[in-house]
């Protein structure tokens, strides 16, 4: 069974950076579109990055040249590092993949959350 | 950017009474090879996002057959055809055609 697994979420002051990791089980997440997905606290789901085959990555406007999406083929984890934090990137952060459905993001995480103090 | 809103944002619904909620989308949501990545996603109070439908009709594993999805083009819909108690929650639409990925705003399900 799919399984994923975040960490690294954490308390830290505006213009810090923090590193998240997502672990993935189950499955081979080399070979999968891996996306890092946020919620502000009582908000609604925003869309941060994706990382798929061949290294290819994408960004949010909100985040890009601030996070950057890495993965580990050898430890099955994708990772978000995440620099000059404000106070907006308070958030929970989901990590998701397209396991069996094409392009559905079928799997989730519990969440990692991330408080960013002004 | 691809914007997709939903209506309406609450639904109140009584149980056993069918319940349906829309997503449009700004543009069209077909890629060049026939494909509309639109899914909808349940997020349930605490809890992560769970998948429903994927590429706008397709029932994901283990969920209830209630559950469909229809729609083409920019016009989309997901209908449960009779509440349940465990249907609480908030219903939201996603497009991964087009990056960046967008959702909508979300519809939140309540009981009468």
């Known amino acids: 069974e799919a399984q994923l697994v975040e960490s690294g979420g954490g308390f830290v002051h505006s213009g810090e950076s923090l590193r998240l990791s997502c672990a993935a089980s189950?499955?081979?997440?080399?070979?999968?579109?891996m996306i890092w997905v946020r919620q502000a606290p009582g908000k609604g789901l925003e869309w941060v990055s994706v990382i798929h085959h061949g290294d290819i990555t994408g960004y949010a406007d909100s985040v890009r040249g601030r996070f950057v999406v890495s993965r580990d083929d050898s430890k099955n984890t994708m990772y978000l590092q995440m620099r000059s934090l404000r106070a907006d990137d308070t958030a929970m952060y989901y990590c998701?993949?397209?396991?069996?459905?094409?392009?559905?993001?079928?799997?989730w995480g519990q969440g990692t959350l991330v408080t960013v103090s002004s | 950017e691809i914007v997709l809103t939903q209506t309406p944002l609450s639904s109140p619904v009584t149980l056993g009474q069918p319940a349906s909620f829309s997503c449009r989308s700004s543009?069209?949501?077909?890629?060049?090879?026939?494909?509309?990545?639109l899914n909808w996603l349940q997020q349930r109070p605490g809890q992560p996002p769970r998948l429903l439908i994927y590429?706008?009709?397709n029932r994901f594993s283990g969920v209830p057959d209630r559950f469909s999805g229809s729609g083409a083009g920019t016009d989309f819909t997901l209908e449960i055809s009779k509440v349940e108690a465990e249907d609480v929650g908030v219903y939201f639409c996603?497009?991964?055609?087009?990056?960046?990925?967008?959702f909508g705003q979300g519809t939140k399900l309540e009981i009468k």
């Open positions: 189950g499955f081979s997440a080399s070979s999968k579109y």
């Open positions: 998701a993949s397209s396991v069996t459905t094409p392009g559905g993001f079928d799997s």
């Open positions: 543009q069209s949501l077909v890629d060049g090879y026939g494909n509309t990545f």
């Open positions: 996603v497009q991964g055609t087009q990056l960046p990925y967008t």
């Open positions: 590429k706008v009709s």
